[in-house]
């Protein structure tokens, strides 16, 4: 693997990594493929693991798939929740579905729903989800002989156990691994606090997330007296986990054997997937440096980050807890550009005078300070304050549809 700041990361045999973005939404497949990703994975009408809203019609999958493949990109679906009753029956049918629109691939954990699918449609590649907890070598071969084409491992996975993974198992066998977002306090993401809490099950796709509340310790003989939850050398909240960042370490995973990057954030919206899939893009192919993909990837909302448990343990120093304060806020999408004029849709409210960036993949962040702000009937405005409106104004280098305007916003 060539090493070094600026350097194109690759495999240790020479091949380029898949960079592998989630999506919610059809605009965050757009944002995904059109900001880096190799392949985009998304949540379809049954057995995936997020909410309904992150869930995208058969029509919708389609386009996708289209869109995708046009770009020589893929399109994988989660079908990793757990079956119940006739879910996995079901199941057969709508693999058929899926192979006909085109996906390359699904994601399953449940042995009845893998059954389904090479049932329903034999040639559809199969992916284990981290929902198996795959962390060793024969549960990986395993998989293998049963068809699958490649396994997620679990989240709990050290960089010396994708070795051990690596190296007992068969090379056409993929590897993937996560390498940013939402980390979970559970057994990779097996979890009943919030059924217990809330009635919604993390494992049926409803996760209220009730480790990242923030809690108290009350003493039964002190009523009203609360405590709080403190945090020090070797110890730590008993909730609430850090979201994950490799940004720092993607050579040692790569080094490991981990042939695809996963990021993480089906529930995220098109400029949180936008903005962490160019970072890492950029840094794999190094366009950025580290520490520039590092300053970019605190644009979006998150928790402190942490490299995970890939060294063998989470813990680390700095503040835990609290989400880390967006150094940037999402304000609009570019429609067009032509003859110095950029049309664009708002998206957050934003002033004449300020200065704002605009995020294309390939090239670096381009600053436009907010002058003669126009509506669509050309009438000149001072702030942009109605949601997705369509506005005009001037900028002189050349911006071009589906990149995104943000908002530098003042450090906390």
Same mark, same amino acid.
């Given at each position: 693997?060539?090493?070094?700041?600026? +350097?194109?990361?690759?495999?240790?045999?020479?091949?380029?990594?898949?960079?592998?973005?989630?999506? /919610?939404?059809?605009?965050?497949?757009?944002?995904?493929?059109?900001?880096?990703?190799?392949? *985009?994975?998304? /949540?379809?009408?049954?057995?995936?693991?997020?909410?309904?809203?992150?869930?995208?019609?058969?029509?919708?999958?389609?386009?996708? *798939?289209?869109?995708?493949?046009?770009?020589?990109?893929? &399109?994988?679906?989660?079908?990793?929740?757990?079956?119940?009753?006739?879910?996995?029956?079901?199941?057969?049918?709508?693999?058929?579905?899926?192979?006909? @629109?085109?996906?390359?691939? *699904?994601?399953?954990?449940?042995?009845?729903?893998?059954?389904?699918?090479?049932?329903?449609?034999?040639?559809?590649?199969?992916? &284990?989800?981290?929902?198996?907890?795959?962390?060793?070598?024969?549960?990986?071969?395993?998989?293998?002989?049963?068809?699958?084409?490649?396994?997620?491992?679990? =989240?709990?996975?050290?960089?010396?156990? &994708?070795?051990?993974?690596?190296?007992?198992?068969?090379?056409?066998?993929?590897?993937?691994?996560?390498?940013?977002?939402?980390?979970?306090?559970?057994?990779?993401?097996?979890?009943?606090?919030?059924?217990?809490?809330?009635?919604?099950?993390?494992?049926?796709?409803?996760?209220?997330?009730?480790? +990242?509340?923030?809690? +108290?310790?009350?003493?039964?003989? =002190?009523?009203?007296?609360?405590?709080?939850?403190?945090?020090?050398? /070797?110890?730590?909240?008993?909730?609430?986990?850090?979201?994950?960042?490799?940004?720092?370490? @993607?050579?040692?995973?790569?080094?490991?054997?981990?042939?695809? @990057?996963?990021?993480?954030?089906?529930?995220?919206?098109?400029?949180? *997937?936008?903005?962490?899939?160019?970072?890492?893009?950029?840094?794999?192919?190094?366009? @950025?440096?580290?520490?520039?993909? +590092?300053?970019?990837?605190?644009?979006?909302?998150?928790?402190?980050?942490?490299?995970?448990?890939?060294?063998?343990? &989470?813990?680390?120093? /700095?503040?835990?807890?609290?989400?880390?304060?967006?150094?940037?806020?999402?304000?609009?999408?570019?429609?067009?550009?032509?003859?110095?004029?950029?049309?664009?849709?708002?998206?957050?409210?934003?002033?004449?005078?300020?200065?704002?960036?605009?995020?294309?993949?390939?090239?670096?962040?381009?600053?436009?300070?907010?002058?003669?702000?126009?509506?669509?009937?050309?009438?000149?405005?001072?702030?942009?304050?109605?949601?997705?409106?369509?506005?005009?104004?001037?900028?002189?280098?050349?911006?071009?549809?589906?990149?995104?305007?943000?908002?530098?916003?003042?450090?906390?």
């Amino acid at each position: 693997m060539r090493m070094g700041m600026n +350097r194109k990361l690759t495999l240790p045999d020479g091949r380029l990594p898949e960079l592998l973005a989630p999506a /919610g939404d059809p605009e965050s497949v757009e944002a995904a493929l059109r900001f880096g990703a190799d392949a *985009v994975y998304l /949540g379809g009408r049954m057995l995936q693991l997020r909410a309904e809203k992150a869930a995208l019609t058969d029509e919708e999958i389609r386009n996708a *798939v289209d869109e995708a493949h046009e770009k020589g990109k893929k &399109i994988y679906v989660t079908l990793n929740s757990i079956a119940r009753g006739e879910e996995a029956e079901q199941a057969v049918e709508y693999a058929r579905i899926l192979y006909d @629109l085109g996906v390359d691939a *699904v994601l399953v954990a449940d042995m009845g729903v893998l059954s389904s699918v090479k049932e329903g449609a034999p040639d559809l590649a199969v992916h &284990i989800s981290t929902q198996a907890n795959i962390l060793n070598a024969r549960a990986a071969r395993f998989y293998h002989d049963l068809g699958a084409e490649r396994v997620v491992l679990g =989240r709990e996975a050290t960089l010396d156990e &994708i070795a051990e993974i690596r190296a007992n198992t068969p090379r056409e066998l993929s590897i993937e691994a996560f390498a940013h977002g939402a980390l979970c306090m559970a057994y990779s993401g097996r979890c009943l606090i919030s059924s217990y809490l809330t009635g919604r099950s993390a494992n049926r796709g409803e996760c209220t997330q009730p480790c +990242r509340w923030e809690y +108290r310790l009350l003493e039964e003989q =002190r009523p009203g007296e609360y405590f709080p939850i403190e945090e020090g050398d /070797g110890y730590s909240r008993i909730l609430s986990s850090r979201d994950l960042c490799t940004i720092d370490m @993607l050579e040692k995973i790569l080094e490991a054997g981990a042939d695809s @990057l996963k990021l993480e954030g089906r529930m995220k919206s098109a400029y949180y *997937v936008a903005t962490i899939t160019r970072a890492y893009r950029s840094r794999l192919d190094g366009t @950025l440096s580290p520490e520039e993909c +590092r300053a970019e990837l605190d644009c979006v909302a998150h928790r402190p980050y942490s490299e995970g448990l890939y060294r063998g343990e &989470i813990l680390q120093p /700095g503040a835990r807890g609290k989400d880390h304060p967006q150094e940037a806020t999402f304000v609009g999408k570019v429609l067009g550009w032509e003859d110095g004029v950029l049309h664009m849709e708002q998206r957050n409210r934003f002033f004449e005078g300020e200065t704002l960036e605009v995020l294309s993949p390939g090239r670096s962040v381009l600053t436009l300070r907010v002058t003669d702000l126009r509506t669509e009937e050309g009438v000149r405005v001072t702030s942009a304050p109605h949601p997705r409106q369509s506005l005009y104004m001037p900028c002189p280098c050349p911006v071009s549809a589906g990149d995104l305007i943000r908002r530098r916003d003042p450090k906390a």
